[in-house]
């Protein structure tokens, strides 16, 4: 295909006068290398001779020269009164000439690329028209419906105003203040946490919090005990710090302290330390979702103690509990600065903001802040200042109301759907809080079998096993979101996915 587009050969090409090779076949040889290298490609126009002589400083005469000899080796085609183009054959003959080279091998090249396939990159966000998924019970996502819109635009457009020269050229890596501020402020009076401004560092998501956190923390192979189930992310993050991955059970009050001894005898190939790092969801396990009882809470926090470990409790959908009161973090609880909490907005407002944030102990401030800065120097500031307006404007107090109640009426419309169309097929942990339930079905439908057959109807489910490391459940199990689906499709999507499960147990039983 032609390309209207006049390529500014000056960029590709560099000439030596001092050297002596000649003009004509520098000019040929940076030519020649940019196709060979994908740079130029089919179809593309060259700019007219006595234009690239002029831009590269030498006669014509030199430019024709080049130009002839890449059109007598193919490279180039030359249509009269059209210009000079890229030949269609010259990237083909390319490609037969480099399909003899032998590639690097960066899977033993680089570090860690084992653990490379277990990560699952997200699909685009944007609403795709041909998508057939009708009804997504996709987890860990806000109602995008339910946003205001246009009181964030507001904040937005006020920091906009307020920015200074200082605000748009690198800021200070934990953050700005005014957010901080108001971080500070909002777990005081939400979690129980006495934070102050200095403690809290703004970081990429909940997510760069814990992987700044691993690199500081871990060596290779240091223990890091983590719940099972758990995120996959987990094991991905902590692994690429070298960590060595200990899972402990949990159960309805949350992870069982007193079987830690025995998960590290299990899964420790020789005699170790004891571990560095403890990763928790006590306010919302997932994918439990159990809230760890307070007599628990103290229970880990003595273990730690006793041990030299370091906790880092993230916080997850802690915002939102339908049953019973709510629980104070358990950095609330700690006196000794061994637990490092982490939270993140991207639940409560939306995900793209990427905004999150680490409250550190005194002595983690400053090593954690030199990672940061040089992972991505800063935070964006101008979202960051929209934020702190969102909550001292009150934004987002009435909002997290506002959608506390959406997301309760859902949550019932889920649970009253499983029953009306499982019965007792299904079981389901963690309604109390959060925007997701667990489901396991007491038939021997298969799991993947179940999800596809769903699939099919227009309804995507979630397949759970994966979030186990030990023990995995001998039935079914899925995660079901609904905090972006209405009630009307969340009754809709639950009926299919029980005809989907009955079709699947049916062909078992033939």
């Given amino acids: 295909m032609e390309s209207g587009v006049v390529l500014t050969l000056e960029l590709l090409i560099v000439i030596d006068k001092s050297i002596e090779t000649p003009l004509s076949r520098q000019i040929y040889n940076c030519i020649h290398r940019s196709i060979v290298n994908g740079m130029l490609q089919t179809g593309e126009l060259l700019p007219a001779t006595r234009l690239l002589a002029e831009q590269l400083q030498v006669s014509r005469t030199v430019v024709i020269q080049a130009y002839e000899q890449l059109q007598a080796e193919g490279y180039l085609e030359m249509k009269k009164g059209a210009g000079t183009y890229i030949a269609d054959n010259a990237v083909g003959n390319v490609a037969e000439l480099k399909s003899g080279e032998e590639e690097i091998d960066y899977q033993a090249f680089t570090k860690r690329t084992d653990l490379l396939p277990n990560i699952e990159l997200p699909v685009s966000g944007f609403v795709d028209k041909t998508n057939s998924v009708l009804y997504d019970f996709r987890h860990g996502v806000p109602a995008w419906d339910g946003f205001p819109m246009d009181k964030w635009q507001k904040c937005l457009m006020n920091a906009c105003r307020r920015a200074t020269p200082e605000m748009l050229t690198y800021g200070a890596a934990e953050g700005s203040w005014a957010l901080r501020e108001e971080i500070a402020r909002l777990v005081r009076a939400t979690r129980s946490i006495p934070a102050v401004p200095e403690q809290i560092v703004i970081t990429a998501g909940a997510t760069q919090a814990l992987d700044i956190l691993a ?31 200990i899972p402990v059970p949990v159960d309805e009050e949350g992870l069982c302290v007193d079987k830690i001894a025995e998960s590290i005898t299990r899964h420790s190939e020789a005699i170790h330390s004891a571990p560095k790092l403890l990763y928790l969801t006590p306010s919302h396990q997932f994918p439990t979702g159990a809230t760890m009882s307070l007599n628990r809470r103290i229970e880990v926090l003595e273990w730690a103690r006793s041990t030299g470990a370091v ?96 997301y309760a009426s859902r949550r019932a419309s889920l649970v009253s759907s499983l029953h009306q169309e499982f019965g007792d097929r299904v079981r389901y942990f963690g309604d109390e809080a959060g925007l997701h339930l667990l489901i396991e079905l007491s038939t021997l439908a298969d799991e993947e079998e179940v999800a596809r057959r769903s699939l099919e109807k227009g309804v995507k489910i979630y397949p759970a096993s994966g979030y186990f490391l030990n023990d995995k459940p001998k039935r079914a199990t899925f995660l079901l979101g609904y905090s972006n689906l209405s009630e009307a499709q969340i009754r809709t999507g639950i009926r299919l996915v029980a005809q989907a499960e009955q079709e699947v147990s049916h062909a078992n039983n033939k």
């Fill in 215 to 245: 690199r500081l923390c871990l060596r290779e192979g240091e223990q890091v005990v983590v719940e099972d189930p758990a995120h996959p992310v987990l094991r991905e993050i902590f692994g690429f710090s070298g960590g060595k991955i």
């Fill in 311 to 406: 906790i880092i409790e993230d916080d997850y959908d802690s915002e939102y509990r339908y049953i019973g009161q709510k629980v104070s973090a358990l950095a609330g609880l700690d006196s000794g600065g061994r637990v490092v909490y982490i939270g993140s907005f991207s639940k409560i407002l939306f995900p793209a903001l990427r905004i999150g944030y680490a409250i550190l102990p005194p002595s983690l401030i400053e090593p954690f802040l030199a990672i940061k800065w040089i992972t991505d120097r800063m935070s964006p500031t101008l979202e960051q200042e929209a934020l702190a307006d969102f909550i001292r404007t009150r934004q987002y107090a009435k909002h997290v109301n506002r959608m506390g109640k959406l």
